[in-house]
């Protein structure tokens, strides 16, 4: 069964930092790279961090130089250290498997944990 168990966000002031925790199921962690993704209220999800076996990693622009991918494959567990947030950054954190060209989520989606970036 495909498991995807996301936690670690919470209330945070800009300028500060948070790490997220994704725990994997083996069938997804094994195979594929692994995503973070985001959707704030009223928009759509975005991939905003990827990550391959090897470890090669891809950020998109708004996170770049903040946000830092890693996974840890003795625990099937991918992780995403968020610095210098910003009030933009709030949103519901998903990961998941991504396909090898990062257009599409490859499992079923967890429950997310939210992150909030305010004063």
């Known amino acids: 069964q495909v498991q995807l168990v996301e936690s670690g966000g919470g209330l945070v002031q800009p300028g500060g930092s948070l790490r997220l925790s994704c725990a994997a199921s083996e069938s997804i962690f094994s195979i594929y790279a692994m995503g973070w993704y985001r959707q704030a209220p009223g928009k759509q999800r975005e991939l905003v961090a990827t990550?391959?076996?090897?470890?090669?990693?891809n950020y998109a622009d708004s996170v770049k130089g903040r946000f830092t991918i890693s996974r840890d494959n003795t625990k099937n567990t991918v992780y995403l250290q968020m610095n210098s947030l910003k009030p933009e950054d709030t949103a519901v954190y998903y990961c998941?498997?991504?396909?090898?060209?990062?257009?599409?989520?490859?499992?079923?989606w967890g429950q997310g944990t939210q992150v909030t970036v305010s004063s």
């Open positions: 990550i391959t076996k090897g470890g090669r990693t």
């Open positions: 998941n498997g991504v396909s090898r060209d990062r257009t599409v989520a490859v499992g079923p």
